[in-house]
């Protein structure tokens, strides 16, 4: 790390410094810290359980078996009321079973394919020929009626295939941090990854997505009502071996019957293969084998919770908050996204119990379900315990959280932080990274991030934050793909991030006064229940 950098990080914490004080930070518990969390880490034992061991964890027995799995282990550290917490219905759970997909004629090939979530399945090995659409009008569908039995569905895309000239991983250069550090405080709201350009662009999107989503669901359910075998799709990121895999999950979440239509996502190379096969009119074949099931045994969501108590007569009743959202899609074993996050989380909490920290505060750590369809696990946390449904006020609960912490942005190392706006608490933890700027942690930006649960405590007014962390391959190869796997982890990163936020819950845990909120909190800021 340059000298530039440093005394860029120096003098923003010295520019927000007029908002609070000198922090009391034990160094002697920071050099504990650092000690247990870069020589004796257990992060990545953590990250193989869940993924290797545990594989995919949606909805269902894969989420299931990986958070009784981390109660056990949070259990066994020694935090107390390790518990999964129903938040509330989510829906049928499902998983993969079997998945095969081939194209058996002009010639034959294999072909990677990966069911979209909540697909369901062809029962059997079916072979089935290609209906080629290429309308995009709703009415335009009355053509293709009489002809969806036993086919694949195949529309019409133009993907072009470019090659990638920049490298797929890539840390934060020392003038993007500085840039980042510089940034004003972001008025109003927001906080969502990105941008759409402006009022009128937003607008075309969201036409030409309703527009499309209409299509879809017509076109789905005369293919389900006439009896076609499944429906193939790509995105235009889809190549080189990786696959953008989501899924569509009303199935489950709104309570319809599962599709009997197999779902498949292909690569963008396959894609357009048989789009142009289709357009020279060469005959075509496939072969498509796919089972997945359905659970609706138990249809609650869960989060898995734990806590460290507090020890000060005065605010153990006060709560600082650590968390990640447990579930991930399913093409791969959701390393990047999320059990890098939750187990940096775990391992930070085993970090204090291993230091023998006695906190002020209680310590409480959340791994989250349901993240990836919509913030659900820590949206229904907030909902059920933190905010008066009558009111939109923050109950007393809500009122004792500290400060939630949160970490889902892969599996690179710590950086910094984001402050959402929340300039008031800017130097308190410009001085709580100086012990760790060596190791690379130097940022605190105004700017907001979203896209993950800490907008779930920040919307009703309680501090939540995500870290800055090293990109690597997340938004490129990793990142809901069927690429997510242990492999692409860094172990010397996730030891860091440990390391740095074991230290922020501590300082927080132990600091005389909460963690500033942001004023004023909008009094429309109430989280709908689900």
Same mark, same amino acid.
């Given at each position: 790390?340059?000298?530039?950098?440093?005394?860029?990080?120096?003098?923003?914490?010295?520019?927000?410094?007029?908002?609070?004080?000198?922090?009391?930070?034990?160094?002697?518990?920071?050099?504990?810290?650092?000690?247990?969390?870069?020589?004796?880490?257990?992060?990545?034992?953590?990250?193989?359980?869940?993924?290797?061991?545990?594989?995919?964890?949606?909805?269902?027995?894969?989420?299931?078996?990986?958070?009784?799995?981390?109660?056990?282990?949070?259990?066994?550290?020694?935090?107390?009321?390790?518990?999964?917490?129903?938040?509330?219905?989510?829906?049928?759970?499902?998983?993969?079973? /079997?998945?095969?997909?081939?194209?058996?004629?002009?010639?034959?090939?294999?072909?990677?394919?990966?069911?979209?979530?909540?697909?369901?399945?062809?029962?059997?090995?079916?072979?089935?020929?290609?209906?080629?659409?290429?309308?995009?009008?709703?009415?335009?569908?009355?053509?293709?009626?009489?002809?969806?039995?036993?086919?694949?569905?195949?529309?019409?895309?133009?993907?072009?295939?470019?090659?990638?000239?920049?490298?797929?991983?890539?840390?934060?250069?020392?003038?993007?941090?500085?840039?980042?550090?510089?940034?004003?405080?972001?008025?109003?709201?927001?906080?969502?990854?990105?941008?759409?350009?402006?009022?009128?662009?937003?607008?075309?999107?969201?036409?030409?997505?309703?527009?499309?989503?209409?299509?879809?669901?017509?076109?789905?359910?005369?293919?389900?009502?006439?009896?076609?075998?499944?429906?193939?799709?790509?995105?235009?990121?889809?190549?080189?071996?990786?696959?953008?895999?989501?899924?569509?999950?009303?199935?489950?979440?709104?309570?319809?019957?599962?599709?009997?239509?197999?779902?498949?996502?292909?690569?963008?190379?396959?894609?357009?293969?048989?789009?142009?096969?289709?357009?020279?009119?060469?005959?075509?074949?496939?072969?498509?084998?796919?089972?997945?099931?359905?659970?609706?045994?138990?249809?609650?969501?869960?989060?898995?919770?734990?806590?460290?108590?507090?020890?000060?007569?005065?605010?153990?009743?006060?709560?600082?908050?650590?968390?990640?959202?447990?579930?991930?899609?399913?093409?791969?074993?959701?390393?990047?996204?999320?059990?890098?996050?939750?187990?940096?989380?775990?391992?930070?909490?085993?970090?204090?119990?291993?230091?023998?920290?006695?906190?002020? /505060?209680?310590?409480?750590?959340?791994?989250?379900?349901?993240?990836?369809?919509?913030?659900?696990?820590? /949206?229904?946390?907030?909902?059920?315990?933190?905010?008066?449904?009558?009111?939109?006020?923050?109950?007393?609960?809500?009122?004792?959280?500290?400060?939630?912490?949160?970490?889902?942005?892969?599996?690179?190392?710590?950086?910094?932080?984001?402050?959402?706006?929340?300039?008031?608490?800017?130097?308190?933890?410009?001085?709580?990274?100086?012990?760790?700027?060596?190791?690379?942690?130097?940022?605190?930006?105004?700017?907001?991030?979203?896209?993950?649960?800490?907008?779930?405590?920040?919307?009703?007014?309680?501090?939540?934050?995500?870290?800055?962390?090293?990109?690597?391959?997340?938004?490129?190869?990793?990142?809901?793909?069927?690429?997510?796997?242990?492999?692409?982890?860094?172990?010397?990163?996730?030891?860091?991030?440990?390391?740095?936020?074991?230290?922020?819950?501590?300082?927080?845990?132990?600091?005389?006064?909460?963690?500033?909120?942001?004023?004023?909190?909008?009094?429309?800021?109430?989280?709908?229940? /689900?």
């Amino acid at each position: 790390m340059t000298n530039k950098l440093l005394l860029t990080g120096l003098l923003v914490g010295g520019s927000l410094l007029s908002y609070g004080q000198d922090e009391k930070i034990d160094m002697a518990t920071m050099d504990k810290i650092r000690q247990e969390g870069m020589q004796k880490s257990q992060v990545m034992d953590l990250a193989f359980h869940l993924t290797d061991v545990n594989g995919p964890r949606i909805q269902g027995p894969g989420y299931v078996n990986a958070a009784n799995y981390a109660k056990g282990k949070l259990a066994g550290y020694g935090l107390q009321n390790a518990r999964l917490e129903s938040w509330g219905d989510w829906g049928k759970g499902w998983n993969v079973e /079997r998945s095969y997909f081939a194209m058996t004629a002009p010639y034959y090939k294999s072909m990677i394919a990966v069911p979209r979530a909540w697909s369901g399945s062809t029962n059997k090995l079916q072979t089935a020929d290609i209906l080629f659409i290429t309308d995009t009008d709703t009415m335009a569908l009355e053509n293709y009626k009489g002809k969806l039995k036993n086919k694949i569905i195949l529309m019409d895309q133009s993907y072009k295939i470019s090659p990638s000239f920049k490298a797929d991983a890539d840390r934060y250069t020392d003038d993007e941090l500085q840039k980042m550090a510089s940034a004003e405080a972001p008025r109003g709201g927001g906080g969502q990854r990105g941008g759409a350009g402006g009022d009128s662009t937003m607008r075309r999107m969201m036409q030409t997505m309703r527009t499309r989503n209409v299509f879809n669901q017509k076109m789905r359910k005369m293919a389900k009502t006439e009896g076609a075998v499944g429906i193939l799709n790509s995105t235009q990121t889809s190549k080189d071996g990786t696959l953008f895999v989501s899924g569509d999950y009303a199935n489950a979440a709104l309570g319809a019957v599962p599709d009997d239509l197999a779902d498949l996502s292909i690569s963008a190379e396959d894609y357009m293969m048989l789009c142009r096969l289709m357009k020279a009119n060469v005959p075509v074949k496939l072969e498509v084998d796919v089972k997945t099931k359905f659970f609706a045994d138990d249809i609650k969501g869960y989060n898995v919770l734990a806590e460290i108590p507090g020890t000060d007569p005065k605010l153990k009743d006060e709560v600082v908050m650590l968390g990640a959202h447990l579930d991930s899609w399913h093409a791969a074993t959701g390393a990047t996204d999320n059990a890098a996050g939750s187990s940096v989380m775990m391992e930070a909490v085993r970090i204090l119990k291993a230091v023998g920290a006695k906190p002020r /505060r209680t310590i409480r750590i959340a791994l989250w379900s349901g993240e990836e369809q919509g913030l659900f696990g820590s /949206r229904n946390y907030v909902t059920n315990h933190l905010v008066d449904a009558k009111t939109s006020k923050l109950t007393k609960d809500g009122e004792n959280i500290s400060a939630y912490f949160n970490v889902d942005n892969g599996t690179g190392k710590i950086r910094g932080i984001y402050l959402q706006g929340n300039v008031a608490a800017g130097p308190i933890f410009s001085q709580w990274l100086k012990p760790f700027n060596d190791l690379g942690a130097t940022t605190v930006t105004a700017q907001n991030t979203g896209g993950t649960d800490h907008q779930s405590f920040d919307r009703v007014g309680i501090p939540g934050f995500q870290f800055i962390q090293d990109r690597i391959e997340y938004n490129t190869r990793t990142h809901h793909t069927n690429m997510d796997t242990y492999d692409h982890l860094q172990p010397d990163d996730l030891k860091q991030a440990a390391t740095v936020v074991a230290a922020f819950v501590y300082n927080a845990a132990m600091r005389d006064q909460k963690i500033p909120a942001k004023e004023p909190v909008a009094p429309t800021a109430q989280i709908p229940a /689900r």
